[in-house]
């Protein structure tokens, strides 16, 4: 069974971060400049949140607040759910699920090695999927 560390083998590890004391308004730009739906939140070497697209609507845009004086503290999760680079996809699938989150941080040991997201999950089950049809197609018809 896959874990989430062959997903980072594969899309790598890098995170976009913010620092607590960043404004809504520059994680936002942020978000949008990488084409990413979550941003984690550190405070100096210290992984303390994670801030979402789902916080901005909810938490700004619902609750009529300014994203340019509006700090990431003030409305980023925490705490937050984590999984580890040994954790497997169906264990990180179902905090997500009963979550209801569609990004998990892989943190050990307070370091941060990446992030996986519920797509990158679904990549790998699709991937998965293919290759057994194939394997399965050769099985039955031969290979050509």
């Known amino acids: 069974m896959p874990s989430a560390q062959s997903i980072l083998e594969k899309k790598g590890g890098e995170v976009v971060t913010m620092t607590a004391d960043s ?26 949140g994670i801030f979402t697209e789902r916080d901005i609507l909810n938490r700004i845009v619902a609750a009529g607040l300014d994203p340019k004086t509006t ?7 925490s705490p937050m759910a984590c999984g580890h680079r040994n954790s497997k996809l169906a264990e990180c ?14 943190v050990e040991d307070g370091e941060l090695y990446g992030m996986i997201s519920a797509g990158d ?22 290979h050509r």
């Open 23 to 48: 404004s809504v308004y520059e994680a936002a730009k942020q978000m949008n400049a990488h084409r990413i739906g979550a941003v984690v939140v550190t405070d100096g070497d210290r992984v303390v």
């Open 71 to 77: 700090l990431v503290r003030d409305v980023m999760t």
């Open 93 to 106: 699938k179902s905090v997500m699920a009963d979550k209801r989150i569609r990004h998990l941080p892989i």
């Open 121 to 142: 999950i679904l990549a790998s089950e699709s991937a998965e999927q293919q290759a057994t049809i194939e394997y399965l197609h050769e099985y039955l018809h031969g």
